[in-house]
């Protein structure tokens, strides 16, 4: 990472914790992932707007532990029409854990991303998913090391970008699913023109999603606009009614 860029004491604590949690002695995952690719397919198929709902139990930026079953939770989202989940595997600051993606990944049949801090190759071991985070700022000269780490494990790596030089990074690094993150890592506060400004630099055979953010069904719509092919969206289904909050992004 580029210790000149700012960030939040937050996320500065999150990049602490994830630096503490490697484990060498993991063995080597094999992954028989689901086809990401083919779930944004079925949704657009079926007239949906491809959404991945993430299952969050809390984050430096709410308030509060959400205490209902993940499984619970994820099984509504499908319903509501999720093309694909995000499960949360942070421990400390956002209240996950593997075991969570785990019981989630075997309740439902579509694909599921790991949403974690992963900076390191064996950190990959933790537990098995479909796709998996991979954060362009914090891994930085590593990136194209763990692109390939990742997917010769089977996961289908999303490389998270927030400007037009992580952008490129990532597509040098050869990731072929990047998310614009539309919130800031130093005043964590979120901007949608974020993906707006970085999207038409995206080449175009790269699966785009637009992270953060995204509170209505105007913002999704937005975010379709400026080329979005997925949204990845957590706080605005997470505070109410799950499966109605999914459906209606969903039907935007």
Known sequence: MNESQELAPAVRSILRTAEARGDPGAERLSVDARSFPDALAAAEADGRVPVIAEVKPTSPTTEGTRE???VKLAEQMVAGGA???????????FGGSPENLRRVRDAVDVPVLRKDFVLEESQLDS???????????FVGDDLPGLVAAAEERGF????EVHDRTELEQAVEAGAKLIGVNNRDLAKLEVNLETFESVAPHVPDDVTLIAESGISSSADA??????GADGLLVGSAIMDGEITENTRRLTQA
């Open 68 to 70: 209902a079953d993940p």
């Open 83 to 93: 093309a694909a989940l995000s499960v949360l595997t942070e421990p400390e600051h």
């Open 127 to 137: 537990v098995e998913a479909d796709l998996v985070l991979l954060i362009a700022r």
């Open 156 to 159: 289908q790596p999303l490389v």
């Open 221 to 226: 719509r937005r975010m379709r606009d400026a």
